[in-house]
């Protein structure tokens, strides 16, 4: 995995978790590389023939265009979080590269980068499952318009929410994030900035809470918590930020980052891979990681 900062990351437990539970001889390592270091470093798990990689802030977006192919997951959502490294056969067919054998002993091939989106699909699915909220017919309000903010953004204009605010600390960013999903989906009732009235869901989708000293991403001044039903921030460690903290004392329902971290995790490995994920091995390595000093459940 390719970010920085990637210290926080609880991504290696549950992979190689699984790559045990797989019988598989592989290491899920985690790597902080500079921004403008990422095309050296994704060039260079190329060279050393690795299976792929995770990519997490702040390279999800700078990705899109220092890769060789982008599945149409990465079109969609123009964000990469995923990449496989595929090889040529004799045919033209590009494969995965555990189907080659090492170059040394079968030859020199071509090697390419695919770049997947696997986010987008785990946000909507964790949502369902530990908020039991239905996104189509919702009333969103989005902090961040980062790459996972652009994710979350475009599968809620998808999925038929029924209004979209989005809020970040560059309203310009917001502006042209909201100007694109506009364009694709005419009908959505999306605007830049806090909306009236009550909400379904707020979701951060920012950095903010990463750091013990971070304040809440959420301006009260602007917006209530009161106003708020459920409160999704896709961090997950501290498995219970300061927005997560105050939105319980405020009364609405409550979820961290890491089922979402779960479902991409599970996704991505399958994409590498080619075998159906242990979903439960993994759900049990992140529990123990990101649980381990802290109260057993954030969630309410």
């Known amino acids: 995995m390719f970010g920085l900062p990637v210290?926080?990351?609880?991504?290696?437990?549950?992979?190689?978790?699984?790559?045990?539970?797989?019988?598989?001889?592989?290491?899920?390592?985690?790597?902080?590389?500079?921004?403008?270091?990422?095309?050296?470093?994704?060039?260079?798990?190329?060279?050393?023939?690795?299976?792929?990689?995770?990519?997490?802030?702040?390279?999800?977006?700078?990705?899109?265009?220092?890769?060789?192919?982008?599945?149409?997951?990465?079109?969609?959502?123009?964000?990469?979080?995923?990449?496989?490294?595929?090889?040529?056969?004799?045919?033209?067919?590009?494969?995965?590269?555990?189907?080659?054998?090492?170059?040394?002993?079968?030859?020199?091939?071509?090697?390419?980068?695919?770049?997947?989106?696997?986010?987008?699909?785990?946000?909507?699915?964790?949502?369902?499952?530990?908020?039991?909220?239905?996104?189509?017919?919702?009333?969103?309000?989005?902090?961040?318009?980062?790459?996972?903010?652009?994710?979350?953004?475009?599968?809620?204009?998808?999925?038929?929410?029924?209004?979209l605010s989005i809020v970040n600390r560059t309203r310009s960013k917001a502006e042209k994030l909201a100007g694109e999903i506009k364009k694709r989906f005419p009908s959505l009732n999306i605007r830049v900035g806090h909306p009236q009235g009550r909400i379904d869901l707020l979701v951060n989708a920012t950095s903010l809470g990463l750091k013990a000293n971070d304040p809440s991403p959420l301006d009260e001044k602007q917006f209530s918590l009161k106003q708020i039903r459920a409160v999704y921030d896709v961090i997950y460690r501290p498995a219970e930020t300061a927005l997560l903290k105050t939105a319980k004392v405020a009364g609405c329902k409550t979820a961290n980052g890491l089922g979402m971290l779960l479902h991409q995790g599970a996704a991505a490995l399958e994409i590498w891979t080619s075998r159906p994920a242990p979903l439960d091995v993994m759900r049990k390595a992140l529990e123990a990681e990101v649980y381990k000093s802290t109260v057993r459940s954030p969630q309410s």
């Open 7 to 163: 210290v926080h990351s609880a991504s290696p437990a549950m992979h190689n978790a699984a790559f045990t539970a797989l019988g598989l001889n592989w290491r899920y390592l985690a790597f902080e590389v500079d921004p403008k270091n990422l095309q050296a470093a994704i060039d260079g798990a190329k060279a050393m023939q690795f299976a792929g990689l995770n990519l997490t802030v702040p390279h999800k977006l700078l990705a899109l265009e220092m890769l060789d192919a982008l599945d149409d997951s990465a079109r969609m959502f123009g964000a990469v979080n995923t990449v496989r490294f595929e090889g040529r056969n004799a045919k033209g067919v590009w494969l995965p590269l555990t189907k080659f054998e090492p170059a040394s002993a079968n030859g020199p091939f071509k090697i390419r980068a695919h770049g997947f989106n696997t986010d987008a699909v785990a946000i909507a699915r964790t949502l369902r499952e530990e908020l039991k909220l239905e996104l189509r017919g919702a009333k969103v309000v989005l902090l961040g318009a980062g790459g996972t903010g652009r994710t979350a953004a475009l599968k809620f204009a998808a999925e038929k929410v029924a209004e």
